[in-house]
């Protein structure tokens, strides 16, 4: 079963607007959020993360909002860039399962200039 | 810091061959990933080394065997390529949470 799931394959914006990236999950053991990012023939790269003790992160253009009682996770980048075009993964972490993640299937973000 | 680092970049391989990819990072990190990414299935572990001398099955372990080889190396086998494990690799490593991939290994299994 697909525990944590991007229902959106692709989203495209404009340069300048906001961005929201969303990502579900269903496993309540989960307590640690991320998001990576990954150009083409790169490997994912770390972008921010979430403790489920918290609501809200903020980095710079980046902030990711945790809605725990809807299991609901996203990203917002504002404004938008087109150096922001890439796939972007949402991941999470058991409780109790040391350091694994298990990642969503990642939606493919284009910011059109 | 070259971070993680993953040989080849690219490999084909005839389906029963088998290959070996490698994996070193240098940010003396204790755990170790390998993950294997097919379209619009996002990342899934394949094994995973929390510490130096210990492995562990992920996600989709069949049809593939690892080794720590110490803390910085962590090698992934494949016994009998099939075209099945057409895929692109990713080797990542962590010290806690944030996990720190490699460039990856395009494979190829025809």
């Known amino acids: 079963d697909q525990q944590v799931k991007q229902n959106s394959p692709s989203l495209s914006v404009q340069e300048g607007r906001i961005s929201i990236l969303n990502c579900d999950y269903t496993n309540s053991m989960f307590d640690y959020f991320l998001w990576y990012k990954k150009y083409p023939a790169e490997g994912p790269t770390f972008l921010i993360s979430i403790s489920s003790i918290k609501d809200k992160n903020e980095d710079g253009r980046f902030t990711v909002f945790l809605n725990k009682s809807a299991k609901h996770l996203s990203l917002h980048i504002v404004p938008s860039q087109p150096g922001d075009s890439a796939v972007y993964f949402c991941?999470?972490?058991?409780?109790?399962?040391?350091?694994?993640?298990?990642f969503g299937e990642g939606t493919q973000l284009t910011v059109n200039p | 810091n070259a971070g993680v680092t993953q040989t080849p970049k690219f490999q084909v391989l005839k389906t029963g061959q088998s290959m070996t990819l490698q994996c070193a990072q240098d940010m003396n990190h204790n755990s170790m990933y390998w993950y294997r990414q097919d379209p619009g299935m996002g990342l899934r572990l394949i094994y995973y080394?929390?510490?130096?001398?210990?492995?562990d099955k992920g996600e989709v372990p069949n049809g593939y065997n690892v080794s720590r080889l110490n803390k910085r190396e962590f090698s992934l086998r494949l016994e009998s390529a099939a075209p099945s494990q057409t895929s692109v690799y990713f080797c990542?490593?962590?010290?806690?949470?944030?996990?720190?991939f490699g460039p990856g290994t395009r494979l190829t299994v025809t």
């Open positions: 990542a490593s962590s010290l806690r949470y944030e996990q720190y």
């Open positions: 991941a999470a972490r058991p409780e109790t399962s040391g350091s694994r993640l298990t």
């Open positions: 080394s929390a510490s130096e001398g210990t492995t």
